[in-house]
């Protein structure tokens, strides 16, 4: 789950890491709150979405008086931002970051993620802050440090040390650098995280370190261990099926694709958007009804992926492994009558009771298509 960054800032400022005041408003009023609150005479307004690329798509404006601050916030609320992240139904902006300026002498860039390869958290440096790290790697990889990090969220000695030579600093500098650091590991372990990242790390003409910009993104399977950071989660930053389907335990995202998917188990979900993609199709959608899911669950499943304009059939893959094929049956038979379903059902089922599922298909009347394996089921779905 990504945090907006107001909220990412709530979270790593807990763990020690410094971040300039700021407030949050929805609208002028709220801004007025923040201005007052903050003694603000010049302000940095950012739209809070889940994306980068802010500044290049206008989402950050530079306020130099009370009235700027007002007409910034009265332009950014409600802005809409399209751009390769976001994808082209894009994203919209509820609330801004409203923040003191800070003087920067100079920029960094820190994060830890997950390495897939050595499967352990990574530390990344660059004394190359405010771009993005992939450009930075592409162009100047000499300037990337990549640390592995203990599973103790302990960054060691010598850590810290090949940290702060990397990355220039000395004296009362490497102090703030490492204490920032060490808090950044601390709050990556603890929160469960796949990503923080701050960009920039600015150093101010002061010789003070802040964490000018910040996001966190929480593995989603250990938020049951976080309530106080599930309760961020913010249903406009994704489809309204996403937030539908969240609502019910559903695992589903939105693609862009007329073929409707409903599968049970990750990786057979993305077998079939492959071989739908390799038929010369598209899939509409990733949803994964899970090995225990009931009738009304499934019918529910199905309410999701109508509720796309662009799906025209549906295809049903399930293995029955936990899952049981006449389970699905029946919740594809309900669903079909009680929703009147008029484009194709193509079903694929294989495992658990697939002879009783089958002869539940028979006996329906209804227009459902069995197929005897993916890769017909794929072949119809397409046609």
């Known amino acids: ?27 002028v009023q709220e801004a007025k709150r923040c201005i007052d609150s903050l003694h603000l005479t010049q302000a940095v307004v950012k739209i809070q979405v889940h994306a980068g690329g802010r500044g290049k798509a206008g989402g950050v404006r530079f306020a130099k008086d009370l009235k700027e601050i007002s007409q910034a916030v009265e332009k950014l ?33 820190l994060s830890i993620v997950i390495d897939r390869v050595l ?25 990337i440090l990549k640390m592995p990090i203990g599973l103790d969220g302990r960054l060691r000695s010598y850590q810290l040390v090949r940290l702060c030579k990397f990355m220039g600093w000395t004296g009362d500098l490497a102090r703030q650098g490492a204490q920032i650091a060490q808090g950044l590991s601390s709050a990556f372990m603890a929160i469960d995280g796949e990503m923080v990242e701050i ?16 996001k966190v993104s929480v593995d989603d399977n250990a938020l049951f261990r976080h309530p106080e950071i599930a ?26 694709g007329t073929i409707g998917c409903m599968v049970n188990g990750a990786g057979l979900a993305m077998a079939t958007m492959d071989i739908i993609q ?60 009680e929703q009147h379903i ?30 005897d394996n993916l890769e017909k089921a794929a072949q119809l779905s397409v046609r």
């Open 199 to 214: 960009n920039p790390l600015v150093l101010t003409p002061e010789g003070k370190l802040w964490a000018l910009d910040a």
């Open 119 to 143: 499967s352990q958290p990574m530390l990344i440096a660059s004394p190359a802050g405010g771009m993005e790290i992939e450009e930075i790697a592409h162009k100047t990889p000499e300037k």
């Open 1 to 27: 789950m990504n945090l907006h960054e107001y909220q990412a800032k709530e979270v790593l400022g807990s763990f020690g890491i410094p971040i300039p005041p700021f407030g949050i408003a929805s609208n």
């Open 342 to 371: 008029k484009i194709p059902i193509i079903v694929r089922m294989e495992g658990t009771n697939v002879a009783e599922g089958k002869k539940l298909f028979a006996q329906s009347h209804l227009k459902i298509i069995v197929a």
């Open 278 to 337: 390799l038929h010369g199709g598209s899939p509409a959608n990733f949803l994964d009804v899970g090995g225990s899911a009931s009738k009304e669950k499934i019918a529910e499943g199905f309410r999701i992926i109508l509720s796309d304009p662009k799906v025209k059939a549906i295809l049903v893959n399930i293995f029955g492994g936990i899952m049981n094929c006449k389970t699905i049956a029946e919740g594809v038979i309900f669903a079909a009558q």
């Open 231 to 256: 309760a961020y989660y913010d249903p406009s930053q994704g489809s309204p099926q996403e937030a539908r389907a969240k609502k019910l335990d559903l695992a589903y995202i939105a693609m862009h």
């Open 77 to 109: 609320i409600g802005m809409k931002m399209v751009n390769v992240q976001t994808g082209p139904e894009g994203v919209v902006a509820h609330k801004v970051l409203i923040s003191k300026p800070v003087d920067i002498e100079k920029e960094y860039y």
